[in-house]
């Protein structure tokens, strides 16, 4: 194995473009099904259509097609396109997400409650934008969540197939919505432990980026326990590195590659392991600065960098780097602990690091 893709292995087999013509063509048919329930149905698909299709990395779909590959599970456009459902379910946990945060972007766009008030003011409708707005997140959240099902079934793979991975399914959508309310948990009641920041980005984030979606993809092809056993081993330390990298660009990252403005976590006031590592390393002092700032919504740019240059300074920034490094390695060795298709024994190595290198 090497740790370098000439090709990203989201576009190997041409995957990406696989995924993107079957959620084309799932959506195409669900605008004309809400046009022919109501004109004014169509924005709400428009909306739909420029979340889904208008960016993502579709690494979920990857990590479930290469899982399958690597099972021996025979390629199809039918099992691309099922797997493409998980597009479905990380779109709705990013509406509600952004609902829920206050977030005005994501992507560099209006966050969907956000674009909803914005249509209300236009049309100078009546009552509260801001409700309208949030109300209009909250539903095309359900119904993406709900076309996620849809599709998984809807793709073409024969019943007795897709009812092996339903069970795997189902658990990903509880897990990930458990998640969610453990983060708002977490920020109501203020804990700052390094424990809670771990449990809330194992359930809200990195079982349903990485593990799931490629159990997911063992299930489909009817792989044996040792190979469920191996992509857990591989998964859950992979996904917690997922997050950690999401956790330290809420931060660092530049809003020119993240679509997030600079410290966005920050205002937010995110009970992350990156956080919750300088909290614990900080004096006195310096944890009344860091959550006097955290998730002050007046916090400005020079907030943002003295937040910054605390967390950097207590070491947390370069404990987080380190906790990426060694999850990822441990990541890494689960996977020759089973016998795999080669190609997609690389392709999974290459996805790893590109999960964890990137930068937006």
């Given amino acids: 194995m090497t740790h370098a893709a000439p090709v990203s292995p989201v576009d190997r087999a041409g995957l990406r473009q696989r995924i993107d013509k079957a959620l ?53 456009d039918q099992v691309v396109a099922t797997l493409a459902a998980l597009e479905f379910v990380q779109a709705s946990a990013l ?10 972007t994501r992507r560099g766009e209006p966050a969907v409650h956000r674009r ?9 409708w009546g009552g509260d934008a801001d409700a309208f707005g949030d109300a209009s997140a909250i539903l095309l959240g359900d119904l993406c969540l709900v076309w996620s099902d849809e599709l998984l079934h809807s793709a073409g793979l024969a019943p007795a197939t897709v009812a092996r991975a339903r ?24 804990d700052t432990s390094v424990e809670r920041a771990g449990k809330v980005a194992r359930y809200k984030s990195a079982k349903y980026t990485v593990e799931r979606p490629l159990l997911l993809g063992a299930a489909l092809a009817g792989a044996p326990a040792e190979v469920h056993a191996a992509y857990s081993a591989y998964g859950l330390p992979l996904g917690e590195a997922f997050q950690l990298r999401d956790d330290v660009l809420g931060v660092f990252g530049d809003p020119e590659r993240t679509g997030k403005p600079a410290g966005d976590d920050l205002r937010e006031g995110k009970r992350t392991y990156l956080v919750a590592a300088a909290l614990e390393a900080l004096d006195p002092a310096g944890r009344e600065l860091l959550l006097g700032g955290l998730g002050a919504a007046d916090l400005d740019a ?38 795999l298709d080669t190609e997609a024994r690389q392709a999974l190595v290459d996805l790893a690091i590109a999960a964890t290198r990137r930068a937006d």
Avoid at 116 to 124: D, G, M, S
Avoid at 310 to 335: H, K, M
């Fill in 95 to 104: 509406i509600h997400d952004d609902l829920m945060d206050r977030s005005d």
């Fill in 302 to 339: 020079a907030g943002v960098t003295r937040l910054r240059e605390l967390i950097t300074a207590s070491g947390a920034l370069a404990r987080t780097e380190r906790r990426i490094a060694t999850l990822t390695e441990g990541a890494l060795a689960a996977l020759t602990a089973v016998d």
């Fill in 24 to 76: 084309t063509e799932f959506l195409a048919g669900q605008r004309a099904r809400l046009a022919a329930v109501d004109d004014g149905l169509l924005p709400v698909a428009e909306a739909i259509e420029a979340f889904v299709l208008g960016g993502g990395k579709r690494l979920r779909p990857a990590f479930g097609y290469w899982g399958y590959r690597g099972a021996g599970g025979i390629d199809s």
């Fill in 116 to 124: 909803f008030a914005a249509r209300h003011r236009a049309a100078r």
């Fill in 167 to 190: 069970p795997v399914f189902d658990e990903m959508r509880t897990e990930v919505t458990v998640g969610q309310y453990l983060d708002v948990l977490t920020q109501a009641t203020g």
